[in-house]
């Protein structure tokens, strides 16, 4: 398509030969609406104010909002406000009920974040958004971003990020055939206020639904990577190799997403307030504890609490059940592996109280003894706290096995979960834990959210941690009451969107499937373990039968930190200390090890390039 010569004076800001304003504002809209899903994704608005025309198409994606209307230059280059769309499975509906942000401009408040008068605005039938049989936009059909001419590989930001054209291209692209779906056309929207009714798969507070989301899709971690943002990132000049996921994982594009549409179209505090933003907030954050509870296999909604991370939800528990139930000449038993929040908490509570702390020991290996274990036991037994999955090393414990002795002489069971719930399948009914605790950082979600787990009836009985609102039921100067489990244990406002973001990480890990990750995760750890132990010097620490994706190692001649500043200079990232572990590596003579734990977006060739950065530095320093 030739571009038209101007009949108008062109704009300063356009370098000469580009059609004028009016021009590629009109070719910039045919070229929205020509975009995947364009047509379904049109705004509406008011018509002009008298003796105002808008220079720009009224229909504009609701999810791509220019951020001025006073350069036709800014719809090629503005950032959407909200991307991907909801093909995503995200979580985050195509429509919002609000016209896009800023779209007019100066304009006396037409069609800006604020209206002139509430009552002046019409009332806009949003239809329900369109679905495919792809939870993730990137499984649907991956894009290669197109760059314009004059974008660089290492381009960040702007049109690249968003695989938008730029000015040169926008004729060609006008004409172009928009992309079709077979998929069947349902409603995926679990918000009340889109679709007027709560959504077929919604159950009532304190009801667990009792299957996964549909549409699992096939594992292909070359497609997985293009969902993490940050795996695109540079480090020294290469790419970034993210081997710290012990430490905490990335965050898929769903779960960004969904932050960002928390913030846009929920934000609130929840439960008693009577407007809608309110409602919208308690349905995400409730709705996120409902997906918690069916991901670790828990009974009902009101066994889950939302705190900080594991070492939160160890506190809570400490502080509240310990203190009640654990005193002088009483044990808890811990494990050798145990990360320093699993120790301390249980640390405190013996010194105060006068309770004994009882260690199992580990085998060469990093495994637990059971047999061991089983002699550490008596009747003064009243609490057993262990890691599933060492932080430090990466056995796998036998949890299942351990709860059944404790119970056997009444003591409680308490499984750290922090370093297994990315990895493996978690039924905590099927382990019979007391309770169960992890940190939402370890499983692709934000920081500052993280899950208690305890039976019911446990709960029930466990005295309030912490006092302020939301946790009570009526307060005098005389005294107070409190709500039961879980509100009595989350006192004041709690972090609600980062609780939608939980249940954003869930739905993705979810839709790829746990077994998919940890067989992945299997093999890569087989042939990382493989390359590692070729390499004259370096040792393993850790080699139990059953282990997760976690390396830690000691290459001879050089410190720990030394090592990871050389790994750093190639952009790979790994932990080098004592990994919150200390107990555990002291039991192998060690005060810090290198620790390379993998996800199931890393690959081979990462794997690879770890070995080859280490088998150069064993030639610079030969044994």
Known sequence: MAAPTPSIPLSPELPAGLPDTLELARWAGELFNALPNGAQHQALTPPDPNGITT?????????????????????????????????????????????????????????????????????????????????????????????????????????????????DDLAGLILAEPRTTDAPVTSTSNFYFLDGSLSPNATPFGEVPTQEPEHRVAFDVNTVRHDFPILAERVNGRPLVWFDNAATTHKPQAVIDRLAYFYAHENSNIHRAAHELAARATDAYEDARK???????????????????ATEAINLIAKTWGKKNVGAGDEIIVSNLEHHANIVPWLQLAQETGAKLRVIPVDDSGQVLL????????????????????????????????????????????????????????DVQALDADFFVFSGHKVFAPTGIGVAYGKRAILEDMPAWQGGGNMISDVTFERALFQGPPSRFEAGTGNIADAAGLGAAIDYVERIGIENIAAYEHELLDYATALLKDIQGLRLIGTAQDKASVLSFV???????????????????????????????????????VRASLAFYNTREEVELLAAVLRRLRTARPV
């Open 55 to 167: 220079p720009l198409p009224h229909q504009l994606p609701t999810n791509i909002a220019p951020e001025s209307a006073q350069n036709a230059q800014a719809i090629a280059s503005a950032a959407p406000a909200l991307i991907p769309d909801a093909q995503a499975g995200n979580g985050v509906p195509d429509f919002a009920a609000t016209r896009p942000h800023g779209f007019i401009g100066n304009r006396g408040g037409h069609a800006q974040t604020v209206p002139q008068a509430y009552a002046a605005a019409p009332t806009i039938d949003v239809p329900a958004p369109p679905a495919t049989d792809q939870p993730f936009y990137f499984l649907a059909e991956p894009q290669t971003p197109v760059l314009p001419s004059s974008s660089t590989p290492d381009q960040r930001l702007g049109l690249s990020a968003y695989a938008l054209p730029g000015l």
């Open 291 to 309: 997906k918690v509870a069916r991901f670790i296999g828990a009974g009902s909604t009101d066994e889950i609490i939302f705190v900080r991370g």
């Open 371 to 426: 047999g061991e274990y089983q002699r550490l036991l008596s009747p003064r037994t009243k609490l057993v706290s262990v890691t599933q999955v060492s932080n430090a090393l990466g056995t796998v414990v036998p949890v299942k096995e351990i709860i059944d002795l404790a119970h056997r002489v009444g003591a409680k069971a308490l499984v750290d979960g922090a370093q297994s719930v990315s990895h493996m399948r978690v």
């Open 555 to 593: 290459l001879t001649g050089y410190a720990p930190e030394e090592v990871g500043k050389a790994l750093n200079e190639e952009g790979i990232a790994v932990r080098a200390g004592h990994h919150c572990a200390q107990p555990i590596l002291r039991r192998f003579g060690q005060e810090a090890t």
